[in-house]
C-alpha cells in the first residue's frame, strides 16, 4: 500500500531540500558591516558619526541580550546555534505543494483533502528558520504531522458491542456492487468469534443473484447462523427477523448485509433509508473499494448524505499503491475508517491505525 505515493514524496522532499540549500542564507548585520561599508551621503560628517554611535550602542545592547539568553541555552543548543539558517518563505513553499498537490492528485487524494493539508503545512513550514543539516527532515515531519492530522482514528467497535447493556448490537453493511461487502461481514464475523462475541447473518440482499448462496457457504464456514427470505422478499423484513433471532438466542451482534446499489438509484437508496428505519442499528457501515480512488470518496460522500454512515471498512488496501482513498474518505465525509481489507482470508481485516498509515508513506 502507498507504494507510488511513497517514491513520489520521496523525489520530492530531495528536490526541495536541494532548491532551499542553493538559496542564501539570510545575513545578520554586524558591527564591522556598519563600519566599513561604503555609505553614500549628504548628511554633515558629524550627524554621520553621531548615528554610527548610535547603532553601535544598540548593537552593543543587543549583544548583551543576545548573551543573556545564551545562558539560558543547553550545550547542544549553543553549539549548533551558529549553523546556517535558511527561512522557508511563501515562494519556496508554495512551489513545493504546487508539485506536491500534482502527486496527491495523481495517487487519488481528493480535492478537499488537498486544501486541509496545505493548510497544515502552512501552518508548521511558513517561515520557519531551519538549520541546513535538518531542511529535508524538518518538511518530511511537517508533511507527516499533516496527514496524520487529518486522518481520523477509529473507535473500538468490540469495547462498543461489549457495553451495550440491551443486546443484540445491531450493524447495517452497505455499499455498491463488487466491493466485497460480503466478504468483508464474514471476515468480521470471524473477528467476532474470535473475541468470543457471537452472532447472527441477515440475508437482507434479496436482489442479487446468488447474494444469498454466497452469505451462506460464509456461514456454513464460520458455524454461524444465517436468517434469509426468498429472494425479491423485502430487506427491511430478514433483517428485522435476524433481530428477532438474536434476541429470542441472546446473541450479541446482528450483521445485516444488503444489496449492492450506486447511490444514484433513488429507488435502492429509498429501500436502504427503509432497512435503517426498521433495524435501527447501532452501527451504520459503508465499505469500498481503496483501489477505486476518488469514485469510492464520492460514493461515501453520497451514502452519508442519504443514511447518515458511522463508519467505513476499506477493502483491497493490500494491492491499493497509490492509497488516496484512505488519506481522502475521513476527511471528506467526517467519519473514520474502522478497518482495513488486507487480503482474501478470514483473519485479513486490519484495524485501521493512523500512525501505521503514515509510516507505511514515509518508512
Not at 505515493?5 to 532548491?19: A, D, G
Not at 470471524?190 to 451462506?216: G, H, M, P, Y
Not at 447501532?282 to 463508519?311: M, P, R, W, Y
Not at 474518505?329 to 467526517?334: A, I, P
Request: aromatic share 6%; glycine share 4%; net charge neutral.
Amino acid at each position: 500500500m502507498f507504494g507510488f505515493l511513497k517514491k513520489k514524496i520521496q523525489v520530492l522532499l530531495k528536490k526541495t531540500t536541494k532548491e532551499i540549500e542553493e538559496q542564501k542564507p539570510e545575513i545578520i548585520e554586524s558591527k564591522e558591516q556598519i563600519i566599513k561599508e561604503p555609505e553614500i551621503s549628504f548628511e554633515p560628517a558629524e550627524e554621520k558619526k553621531e548615528k554610527i554611535k548610535e547603532r553601535l550602542e544598540e548593537l552593543k545592547q543587543e549583544e548583551i541580550k543576545e548573551a543573556q539568553e545564551e545562558k539560558k541555552l543547553s550545550f547542544f543548543q549553543r553549539l549548533t546555534k551558529g549553523f546556517t539558517k535558511f527561512r522557508i518563505n511563501e515562494e519556496t513553499l508554495d512551489k513545493f505543494f504546487s508539485e506536491l498537490e500534482e502527486i496527491l492528485i495523481e495517487n487519488n487524494v481528493a480535492i478537499e483533502a488537498i486544501d486541509k493539508l496545505k493548510q497544515k503545512l502552512e501552518e508548521k513550514l511558513l517561515n520557519q528558520e531551519i538549520k541546513k543539516s535538518e531542511i529535508e527532515e524538518k518538511i518530511k515531519e511537517a508533511l507527516k504531522d499533516s496527514i496524520e492530522t487529518i486522518l481520523l482514528q477509529p473507535f473500538d467497535v468490540l469495547e462498543k458491542i461489549r457495553s451495550k447493556k440491551e443486546k443484540p448490537y445491531v450493524i447495517v453493511f452497505f455499499g455498491i456492487n463488487g466491493s466485497g461487502k460480503t466478504t468483508t461481514i464474514a471476515k468480521f464475523a470471524w473477528l467476532l468469534k474470535k473475541n468470543n462475541l457471537s452472532c447472527v447473518f441477515a440475508a437482507s440482499d434479496t436482489f442479487r443473484a446468488a447474494s444469498i448462496e454466497q452469505l451462506e457457504q460464509h456461514a456454513n464456514k464460520l458455524d454461524i447462523r444465517l436468517i434469509k427470505h426468498k429472494y425479491g422478499s423485502d430487506p427491511a423484513a430478514v433483517a428485522f427477523d435476524a433481530i428477532a433471532h438474536a434476541k429470542a438466542h441472546a446473541l450479541d451482534v446482528v450483521l445485516i448485509d444488503t444489496a449492492g446499489r450506486m447511490h444514484t438509484k433513488t429507488d435502492l437508496l429509498k429501500e436502504m433509508e427503509k432497512i435503517v428505519r426498521v433495524s435501527k442499528p447501532d452501527l451504520k457501515i459503508f465499505v469500498a473499494e481503496s483501489i477505486t480512488g476518488n469514485d469510492a470518496v464520492e460514493q461515501a460522500k453520497k451514502f452519508n448524505e442519504a443514511i447518515g454512515i458511522d463508519a467505513i471498512i476499506l477493502t483491497k488496501a493490500d494491492v491499493d499503491e497509490r492509497g488516496g482513498t484512505a488519506i481522502s474518505v475521513s476527511q471528506v465525509t467526517g467519519k473514520p475508517i474502522l478497518f482495513l481489507g488486507m487480503g482474501q482470508e478470514y483473519k485479513d481485516l486490519e484495524v485501521f491505525d493512523k500512525k501505521k498509515v503514515v509510516e507505511k508513506i514515509f518508512g
